[in-house]
């Protein structure tokens, strides 16, 4: 049985840019690009296909505002997939797992969930700069991170309730079959269970140790010094 604590992502807390790219190819670029990166994609979903279209758009821009990169490298957190939010000049991108342990299927689900994700990118950044002036602690921070990332997978069960992904003949796909074809758990039950300390499915932890070292030692005391 394959373990759920692949699923999700990498959020870099940084300032967004703006700028929607006017390359009406881009998008078409970046996904033959990933095919051919990602080769055992190919044959799951055609052209035609809705939510073929849907990743084109995501990567040309229509979904947050500026175009989305491809980055062919496996997800540097050792996850089935990843996303880096815009940075001052620097663009968002997606990276999903290059490896067999991630089915064909579950990759095009995790594209489609950090396109989704990346809509969340000014929620994250405004979560950081509370973070960073002390507004927040590491446990609040860490539980609105992971309940964006339920946001997210709420827009992505939607979407792909409208326009299934087949379903693969050996039936591993993991993520595809236990979080996009279920009712997911109310927003209450999914933060009781999952915005915790040791959750293994989702973030929390990630999120947690993130603030710990990009905004804890950064916060100011009352007084004017550095805690």
């Keep these: 049985m394959m373990k759920w604590r692949w699923v999700f992502f990498m959020t870099l807390a940084v300032m967004p840019v703006s700028g929607l790219s006017q390359d009406s190819g881009f998008g078409k670029r970046q996904v033959k690009q990933m095919l051919a990166d990602r080769p055992d994609m190919k044959n799951v979903l055609g052209r035609e296909h809705p939510i073929h279209a849907w990743v084109v758009d995501g990567f040309e821009g229509r979904l947050v505002g500026q175009r989305v990169y491809w980055n062919a490298n496996s997800p540097r957190t050792g996850r089935a997939a990843e996303h880096a939010?815009?940075?001052?000049?620097?663009?968002p991108y997606i990276s999903i797992s290059g490896g067999t342990e991630t089915t064909a299927v579950d990759k095009w689900g995790a594209v489609v969930f950090e396109l989704c994700n990346l809509q969340n990118h000014e929620n994250f950044t405004q979560l950081a700069v509370e973070a960073r002036a002390g507004k927040l602690s590491?446990?609040?921070y860490a539980r609105k991170c992971v309940m964006l990332e339920y946001d997210a997978q709420l827009r992505t069960r939607e979407l792909l309730a409208e326009?299934?992904?087949p379903d693969s003949p050996h039936g591993r796909d993991g993520w595809y079959n236990t979080w996009v074809k279920p009712e997911?758990?109310?927003?209450?039950?999914?933060?009781?269970?999952?915005?915790?300390?040791?959750?293994?499915?989702?973030?929390?932890?990630?999120?947690?140790?993130?603030?710990?070292?990009?905004?804890?030692p950064f916060i100011q005391s009352s007084d004017g010094d550095e805690s």
């Design 138 to 140: 590491a446990e609040q």
């Design 85 to 91: 939010i815009p940075y001052a000049n620097y663009p």
């Design 184 to 216: 997911l758990p109310t927003r209450e039950a999914f933060e009781a269970e999952y915005a915790v300390p040791g959750s293994t499915m989702f973030n929390f932890d990630y999120f947690f140790n993130a603030f710990q070292t990009q905004f804890a």
């Design 163 to 165: 326009d299934p992904l």
